[in-house]
């Protein structure tokens, strides 16, 4: 029997003064889909992603995360959860830009004592061992990440969310600023490591030919979601 990761029911969203950015009457993602969602821009992608990873809290409507109602949580509960159930990639990396590739990775275990408790050696041994399963070189580790390519610090911000063996992992638009090629060869390689790591993939692009690597496609029009940016 599979587990769901993500289950919404007639859910809402709005910002304050405003009408509804997203409506979404039913959405279940089961442990260890991989799943595509795509809608043109403005149609509530990122707010979706926002309320999934607990940084938003829905209007109306039931959300659960690993089964935790995160509108229950305070503010500082769905940081925590976050911080040891979720990894996140997101469009622009959010990377520390003069820290080394090592501690860039490394960081997402400050605050995540449960991601901490999964790891099988230390945090430099799993940072290392992704960025090698990532096809990062060696001798780039050591180095400030802004020194990277666009290529290489996208693969230090995937090695960032999975380290831990996150539940979910959330992937923003991440492949944006790469070829085609790469980004086929980037997806399959976040594929992979996920598979490893038991973790489920939510991955959000406005990029159609990105959707035959994805076992499953959703279309947030498709869902009834409604936008009115």
């Known amino acids: 029997m599979t587990t769901a990761v993500v289950e919404i029911q007639d859910l ?21 889909e991989r799943v595509f969602i795509k809608g043109p821009s403005g149609s509530g992608k990122s707010t979706l992603l926002g309320l999934l990873a ?24 769905r940081d925590r959860f976050r911080a040891d159930h979720l990894g ?9 830009p003069f820290l080394s590739v090592l501690d860039n990775v490394t960081t997402a275990l400050t605050f995540a004592p449960q991601k901490r ?77 996920c598979d490893k790591q038991g973790s489920t993939l939510i991955f959000v692009s406005h990029d159609p030919h990105l959707e035959p690597l994805f076992p499953r496609v959703e279309n947030l029009q498709t869902l009834n979601l409604r936008s009115t940016c």
Not at 18 to 24: D, I, S
């Open 117 to 193: 408790a999964r790891l099988q050696g230390s945090p430099e041994q799993e940072a290392r061992r992704l960025l090698g399963e990532l096809q990062l070189p060696g001798d780039a580790l050591m180095r400030p990440v802004h020194a990277l390519s666009i290529g290489q610090q996208q693969r230090v911000a995937a090695a960032r969310a999975l380290i831990g063996s996150p539940q979910l992992v959330i992937a923003d638009e991440p492949t944006s600023a790469l070829d085609t090629d790469n980004r086929a060869a980037f997806i399959r390689l976040l594929f992979e490591e």
């Open 54 to 77: 607990g940084i938003q809290i829905a209007n109306q409507g039931k959300l659960k995360v690993l089964g935790q109602p995160l509108a229950q949580l305070s503010g500082r509960a």
């Open 12 to 32: 809402a969203f709005a910002w304050p003064g405003q009408g509804a950015v997203l409506e979404l009457p039913s959405l279940r993602i089961e442990q260890g």
């Open 88 to 96: 996140y990639i997101f469009q622009q990396f959010n990377l520390l």
